[in-house]
């Protein structure tokens, strides 16, 4: 590990001298992946100091418990090693999280797809709480989010919604979410008082740039029709709502929320991308299958991945065994907990699988 630490502070001496490179100013490409880069860095950079300034803190500890003849001198030196050795060793474990290999896609945006499943009205009231959920975290994150397309039932549930989240690391916080969620509550219909289980389907697509997925113009079929459902009178009298077809793959994307025809395709555009993208990504994982094998969770849509019981107010997530009696908080966006349970989760299986 100190042969990796020392490259990293030689890399980040080099981006240093770089980004005040004047010649180097004049390229935005180069001069933004070297700011990047620089940014990327200086968290470890950081650390490792902070390692380096422990060690030697330990060093001089052990000099004096070797050579000062003070009983009171050598006992504080003592005391003071095991408080220093702890520090070391807490820095060496965070060290070892930053040194595992970031996923590139941890900085993208994200489209996230909420499909009721089983459960009828009740999972589509379900889908609609969960949608309030992640735009409340989202609030709370200062990140964007953006309805793509949604299919209503009157109750005010979806039986389908997607919608596009931008900001900070979305795709890193959120990664997790991709399964299947189950409910388990009184119905709002339910005269009886039963508890019914249902359950709503969630994908966390990482939103493609252009230059990651190309979508020729004779690859896919472009129909207009007339939109159906809540969205008001002036939506429903035009030829506004789109269906894209992509024709290697037999993809097909909707949209229909926007009035205008041009948003409903640019918007339809954007789900394809990232669902191809998608598709891509996944079929470069299963080749690296292995390497895999240590993440939390196969991102698997058909995944039972976490249970919300609100008679008893408890969320209990099956990966990595967690459960919180702090439901009512979770739904208003409170997902902070969780989020960083299953990053941790995932780190330490990464470095058990990477010993």
């Known amino acids: 590990m100190i042969k990796k630490l020392d490259e990293i502070e030689a890399r980040f001496a080099v981006l240093e001298k770089q980004i005040s490179d004047p010649e180097i100013m004049k390229d935005m490409k180069k001069y933004k992946e070297i700011t990047q880069e620089h940014s990327h860095l200086l968290e470890t950079v950081t650390e490792i100091a902070n390692y380096k300034r422990i060690a030697a803190e330990i060093d001089d500890a052990m000099l004096i418990i070797e050579n000062e003849k003070d009983h009171e001198m050598r006992e504080m030196a003592h005391e003071e090693l095991r408080g220093l050795e702890e520090s070391l060793e807490e820095s060496e474990q965070n060290l070892k999280a930053l040194l595992i290999p970031k996923d590139p896609m941890d900085t993208k945006n994200i489209i996230m797809e909420i499909r009721a499943g089983t459960g009828g009205d009740e999972a589509a009231l379900f889908a609609a709480d969960l949608f309030r959920m992640y735009s409340r975290l989202a609030e709370d994150r200062k990140w964007k989010v953006e309805i793509m397309s949604s299919s209503e039932i009157n109750l005010g ?118 669902r191809l993208f998608e598709a891509e990504e996944a079929r470069k994982a299963k080749e690296r299958a292995d390497a895999r094998k240590s993440q939390v969770g196969s991102g698997d849509r058909s995944e039972r991945i976490r249970t919300y019981n609100f008679p008893q107010n408890r969320l209990t997530d099956h990966r990595i065994n967690l459960t919180l009696y702090k439901l009512d908080l979770i739904m208003e966006g409170s997902l902070d907990e969780v989020v960083e349970a299953l990053k941790l989760s995932d780190r330490e299986a990464y470095l058990k699988a990477n010993k």
């Open 157 to 274: 549930g979806f039986k389908e919604i997607v919608f596009s989240i931008g900001g900070k690391s979305v795709y890193g916080d959120l990664k997790y979410e991709s399964g299947v969620h189950r409910v388990q509550r009184v119905p709002a219909t339910e005269s009886g008082g039963r508890v019914h289980t249902s359950a709503v389907t969630v994908a966390v697509l990482p939103e493609a740039e252009d230059t990651d997925i190309e979508i020729k113009a004779e690859d896919i079929k472009v129909d207009v029709y007339r939109s159906s459902g809540p969205g008001g009178q002036s939506v429903n009298t035009t030829d506004s709502a789109v269906r894209i077809t992509h024709l290697p793959t037999g993809v097909v994307v909707t949209c229909q929320d926007e009035k205008s025809q041009i948003k409903n395709k640019a918007k339809a555009l954007r789900v394809l991308r990232a």
